[in-house]
């Protein structure tokens, strides 16, 4: 059985949106050296959610969360990045980008060595807050259902 997602209220697909199809990757990263996850919260929104984004051309998963994780938080620093077996999907309406969108979802987690930081783009600073969220609560301040759904299977 494949776990698939509906988004729902203001996240639910719309009729009069078209539907866009994508693989991504979400990227589940321990902290180095305490209990905590690497989070983003949407400025506009206000989403807490982990690292996502697109699978870009040739790109693995692991790539992908790699290339992901620098652009949006800056962090370089990669320890061990594994592939979750799981693959998912998910519906919604992406009202960043006014479409509807039915994405297929690969997640990867791992950890970082260090806190060794890039710079980041001035548009990823003006999309999202870099956070470290605790494991103890971090089930609670995911948005997404998708994310809540990862952490389950990533903290299994």
């Not at 494949?2 to 990757?25: H, L």
């Not at 690497?38 to 790699?66: H, S, T």
Request: one cysteine or more; glycine letters at 6%.
């Amino acid at each position: 059985m494949v776990k698939e997602f509906f988004g729902e209220g203001d996240s639910a697909v719309r009729p009069d949106k078209p539907m866009t199809e994508r693989e991504v990757v979400v990227v589940v990263v321990k902290h180095p050296t305490e209990e905590k996850y690497l989070c983003v919260q949407n400025k506009k929104f206000g989403w807490i959610d982990f690292v996502m984004g697109g699978i870009e051309g040739d790109e693995n998963p692991i790539e992908a969360g790699k290339r992901e994780v620098v652009e949006e938080t800056g962090y370089t620093d990669f320890g061990e990045l594994k592939n979750v077996e799981e693959v998912f999907y998910d519906n919604f309406y992406a009202a960043h980008k006014d479409v509807n969108r039915h994405i297929t979802i690969h997640t990867v987690c791992g950890e970082l060595k260090s806190l060794a930081r890039e710079d980041r783009a001035v548009e990823e600073k003006e999309i999202a807050d870099v956070i470290w969220i605790s494991v103890a609560e971090l089930a609670e301040k995911l948005t997404q259902q998708a994310h809540k759904y990862i952490w389950e299977i990533v903290n299994r």
